[in-house]
């Protein structure tokens, strides 16, 4: 049992872990004298080189990747890059007309189908004006018939006889 009292222990804690910790380092240097002799020590550091150098490989082909990329023309054209070099600048009132013919070529072709669609409505307008066209020719065939009929029976002194109930026509 250890007393707080000074004169019972003239050790301080700060001096204890000191004591402790030059301990703990004569013990490590111990250590890795014994494994520099054993040859261990040398293993370890190929071994760590060997890892730094594969750590060292693995970003740089990360890098290199990543360059790849960044100058890849595609992606700089998805991310807007491609916008901010000094190159490009230049081109922009080209870029601008581009983004204007496309804008203007949808809007053509919004108008182009608008004016379809009212083509085709006007279309059947016109077969159904036909149509009309055609019967009423019919019935003026018809009238005009009749007529010419009961004119000619009534200058040859014949009668002609309507029935009270309309004719029915029969269709095919």
């Known amino acids: 049992m250890k007393y707080a009292d000074h ?26 004298v014994r494994r520099m002799n054993s040859g261990e020590a040398d293993e370890d550091l190929r071994r760590d080189e060997e890892r730094e150098a594969a750590a060292r490989a693995a970003e740089e ?7 790849k990329r960044q100058a ?5 054209l998805l991310s807007g890059t491609i916008l901010i070099r000094e ?23 919004f108008m182009t189908l608008h004016l379809d669609m009212k083509y085709t409505r006007l279309e059947r307008e016109v ?10 020719q019919e019935q003026r065939f018809r009238r005009t018939t009749h007529s010419a009929i009961s004119n000619e029976l009534h200058r040859r002194g014949l ?8 004719g029915v026509v029969i269709e095919d």
């Open 7 to 32: 004169e019972f222990d003239p050790v301080t804690p700060e001096q204890e872990a000191e004591r402790a910790a030059d301990e703990e380092f004569k013990r490590r240097v111990r250590e890795e």
């Open 87 to 109: 190159g490009v600048s230049k081109y922009y009132s080209y870029m601008f007309c581009v983004a204007g013919m496309f804008f203007l070529s949808i809007a053509v072709m």
């Open 72 to 76: 890849s023309a595609l992606w700089q």
């Open 127 to 136: 077969t159904m004006l036909r149509e009309k066209s055609i019967r009423l």
């Open 61 to 67: 082909e990360r890098l290199r990747r990543e360059q």
């Open 159 to 166: 009668d002609l006889y309507d029935p009270h109930s309309p």
